[in-house]
């Protein structure tokens, strides 16, 4: 079966400190991976997208980045982290090639910056 | 741009029946989806409607008109556990890559 896995499920760090938030798909492969990211009481919004290795796609400039350096693993990052990087990340999968609006979440991580 | 409006909140009691539309601006289109997020948890998928008509799913339903840019959530026969933040969402392209709205919170009380 088909599962995504995302941690760590909570964090808080200070501001300045680094990020790192690991997302793996199993049981698929060449996946389309997206990193979301919801702020309290507001929606998602995307933040990166990958359609394979070394690919990603940016939507919206900040000081995250992301990387995919194996098929099924998708990281986010930040080298210093501000207050307004706190919020709710969510990985999300969809097999490659389909044109569908079902895409698979992960249990999610929150991140607290103090 | 891109963006997709819902209201910000709905009430409604239980057994009650409930629409939540969705209007949508984007610069391409394939389908509407709709997630439902319990509050602490992660969205799960709903619906989708890549065709103007209705699609039933027990007691969920999503309807589309494309030329209008509109769709709408109904929920029949409401049930407590269906407190949550609903979202809709365009599917603007080959990527798959899916834009989300603001949601829409429903307070289903007894």
């Known amino acids: 079966s088909q599962t995504i896995h995302q941690w760590p499920a909570t964090l808080v760090q200070p501001v300045g400190s680094p990020l790192s938030l690991e997302c793996t798909v199993e049981?698929?492969?060449?996946?389309?991976l997206y990193w979301y990211r919801q702020a309290a009481g507001r929606g998602l919004q995307l933040l990166f997208y990958?359609?394979?290795?070394?690919?990603i796609s940016s939507e919206v400039p900040q000081n995250l980045s992301a990387s995919r350096p194996q098929d099924r693993q998708f990281i986010l990052s930040s080298k210093k982290l501000l207050l307004s990087d706190s919020g709710f990340y969510l990985c999300?999968?969809?097999?490659?090639?389909?044109?569908?609006?079902?895409?698979?979440f992960g249990e999610g991580s929150r991140l607290t910056v103090l | 741009g891109q963006s997709l409006e819902q209201p910000s909140e709905v009430t409604a009691v239980e057994g009650a029946i409930v629409q939540i539309n969705c209007t949508y601006q984007t610069s391409g289109f394939y389908g509407l989806s709709w997630y439902q997020q319990h509050d602490g948890g992660a969205p799960t998928f709903l619906s989708y409607?890549?065709?103007?008509g209705l699609e039933e799913t027990g007691r969920f339903s999503s309807f589309l008109s494309r030329s209008d840019s509109y769709g709408y959530l109904l929920l029949q026969e409401l049930q407590m556990k269906d407190s949550a933040s609903y979202f809709c969402a365009v599917n603007g392209g080959a990527t798959n890559k899916l834009i989300f709205g603001t949601g829409t919170l429903l307070a289903v009380q007894p």
């Open positions: 049981g698929t492969s060449n996946p389309n």
């Open positions: 990958s359609v394979g290795i070394g690919q």
């Open positions: 409607n890549a065709l103007d």
């Open positions: 999300a999968w969809l097999p490659a090639g389909f044109t569908l609006g079902e895409l698979f």
